[in-house]
């Protein structure tokens, strides 16, 4: 006599539990690198030495970037590092493909030293570039600094300091300053500085922007 049998259901697959730290892992990540770049400048500010660059407005308004001043320095010019010594020794370190256009390698690193320089008046006085390095400088006199640089390419030296968003309530007052401010003889040095903190490894962060006696903080 036959039976039917029901042959039994092979048991359903179990719920993978979720790990929680799959999750939290990648986000405590991002949420880190989100936090260095603003935590590194906070410890530059309160830590860092302060030191005075002379300046002057490339550009007043940057439509790809919103409504910015983009600052040129004297230190960015390929022609008044080239014064510098030490700069020899870093083109021979850091060759580039021409000697004219093309004098460092793109991506080179460097510090230019800079000497305080008394202030006789209420504007501080643009600290004078000394000398100029491939590694940083292990000891400095009190009264210099060694302010990290990059060569992109094409003679364009940064140091990270060239673009200043202006508060809304400050724009009037700074495109009228900075326009009355513009040398009105042929090499005369216009009178625009910028304050800023320099770390241990020559990292930078602008504080403030002296156009003529008028003091902006950033």
């Known amino acids: ?18 790990v929680l730290w799959r999750f939290i892992v990648p986000l405590l990540m991002q949420t880190a690198l989100i936090l260095a770049v603003p935590a590194q400048s906070i410890y530059t500010v309160v830590t860092g030495k302060t030191a005075i660059l002379q300046t002057q407005p490339v550009d007043p308004y940057d439509l790809l970037r919103g409504y910015s001043v983009t600052l040129g320095y004297e230190i960015s010019r390929v022609d008044n590092l080239a014064k510098l010594p030490g700069w020899t020794d870093l083109i021979k370190q850091h060759p580039g493909s021409d000697k004219k256009y093309e004098p460092l390698a793109p991506g080179t690193n460097f510090y230019v030293i800079l000497q305080e320089e008394k202030s006789s008046g209420k504007v501080p006085q643009a600290w004078k570039p000394v000398r100029i390095s491939g590694e940083l400088p292990t000891s400095l006199p009190a009264n210099q600094i060694a302010l990290q640089g990059r060569y992109s390419r094409y003679n364009l030296f940064s140091y990270g300091l ?19 401010a513009r040398p009105t003889k042929p090499g005369q040095r216009q009178p625009i500085v910028v304050e800023v903190k320099v770390n241990a490894q020559g990292k930078a962060v602008p504080i403030s922007m002296w156009v003529r006696d008028r003091k902006y903080q950033f």
Do not use: F, V
Not at 1 to 18: R, S, V
Not at 166 to 176: G, L, S, V
């Open 162 to 180: 060239e673009t200043y968003y202006i508060p809304e309530d400050q724009r009037n007052d700074i495109n009228k300053d900075i326009s009355a």
């Open 1 to 18: 006599m036959e039976t039917n049998q029901t042959l039994p259901l092979p048991p359903e697959p179990k719920e993978q539990p979720i």
